[in-house]
C-alpha cells in the first residue's frame, strides 16, 4: 500500500477526531445556530466533492462512448443512491437533535444510534476518497495526486463539524468527555474502510472506475438531500444554513480547482 493512499485515507478520520475532541475544550452543548451552521457548511462540501472531484472525472474516463459518456456515471449514481436508502431502511439510527429514530426498531442505546447515523453519512465519504485513489494508482486521466488530497481534505473540513455535532451532544446528555470524544472519533472509523474496500474492488475491475466515482457521488448526494439539507432549514433563521452551503460548495469548489 503506498503512503499517497495511507495518507489520504487517514486525513478525513483526523478531521473527524478533532472535531470529537471539542468536547474537552468547549462547555455544554453546541448551540443550536452554530450546529446549523456547521451541518450547512458539511453539506455544501460533499455536494461539490461530488460534482467536481466524483462525477466529472466519472464522464471525463468514460469519454470514449461519445454521446453515451454519462451512462455509466448515471449508473453508478443511482446505485449510490438507492444503496443508501437501503442501509437508511436497514439501520437503525438517531439524528443529533432529534428523538424519532429511523430505521427498524431496536434495543440500542441512543448513544449506539447517534453513532451509526453518523457512521452512514461517513461511509459514502470514505468510498469516494478510496474511488478517487483507485483512479490515481491506475493512473487514470483527469486523476492528480493533488487532487485526491484535495477531496481528502475537504471531507477532513466537514468532518470536523461531524464529529462535534457527535461528542457535544453526547456530552450534554451526561456521558463522561472521554467516552464522548470515543463516539464521535469511532463515528468516522467507517470512512478508512470503505476507502480500502473500493480500492480494492476497483484494483479488480477497472473499468469499473467510473461507475465508482458516480457510486460515491450518488451516495453522498443521498445524504446531502435526505438528511443534512433538512437539519440546515430547521426552525428560525434558516439563511444562516443556506449562506453557509453556499461557503461550503464554494470553499470545496476552490479548493478542487487550485489542487486538482
Known amino acids: 500500500m ?16 478533532l472535531g470529537a475532541a471539542c468536547v474537552f475544550f468547549m462547555r455544554g452543548g453546541l448551540n443550536a445556530l452554530l450546529q446549523r451552521a456547521l451541518t450547512g457548511f458539511a453539506a455544501g462540501v460533499m455536494a ?5 472531484s466524483l462525477l466529472l472525472p466519472a464522464i471525463g474516463q468514460s469519454a470514449s462512448l461519445g454521446p453515451l459518456a454519462f451512462l455509466p456515471a448515471t449508473a453508478g449514481f443511482w446505485a449510490g443512491v438507492l444503496f443508501l436508502l437501503l442501509l437508511d431502511r436497514l439501520v437503525p439510527h438517531l439524528h443529533a437533535g432529534l428523538n424519532e429514530e429511523e430505521g427498524p426498531r431496536s434495543a440500542l442505546t441512543r448513544t449506539a ?19 478517487v485513489y483507485a483512479g490515481l494508482m491506475q493512473n487514470q486521466p483527469g486523476v492528480t495526486e493533488a487532487g485526491a488530497m484535495a477531496l481528502a481534505l475537504g471531507i477532513a473540513i466537514q468532518n470536523f463539524p461531524e464529529g462535534a455535532i457527535v461528542s457535544m451532544p ?24 470503505g476507502a480500502l474496500l473500493t480500492v480494492w ?18 451516495a453522498m448526494i443521498y445524504v446531502v438531500v435526505e438528511s443534512l439539507i433538512p437539519e440546515t432549514q430547521a426552525g428560525a433563521h434558516s439563511n444562516l444554513g443556506t449562506l453557509m452551503f453556499a461557503l461550503g460548495f464554494t470553499a470545496m469548489m476552490a479548493l478542487d480547482v487550485a489542487l486538482g
Open 2 to 17: 503506498n503512503s499517497e493512499l495511507i495518507r489520504g485515507i487517514l486525513v478525513p478520520l483526523i478531521g473527524t477526531s
Open 48 to 52: 461539490a466533492a461530488s460534482v467536481w
Open 113 to 131: 444510534k447517534l453513532v451509526l447515523a453518523v457512521t452512514i453519512h461517513n461511509l459514502p465519504e470514505g468510498m469516494a476518497v478510496g474511488a
Open 170 to 193: 453526547l456530552r450534554a446528555e451526561g456521558k463522561d468527555k472521554g467516552r464522548a470524544f470515543a463516539c464521535g472519533t469511532l463515528s468516522g472509523a467507517v470512512e478508512p474502510v
Open 201 to 218: 474492488f476497483s484494483s479488480l475491475l477497472t473499468p469499473a472506475l467510473p461507475c465508482m466515482l458516480a457510486f460515491a457521488a450518488g
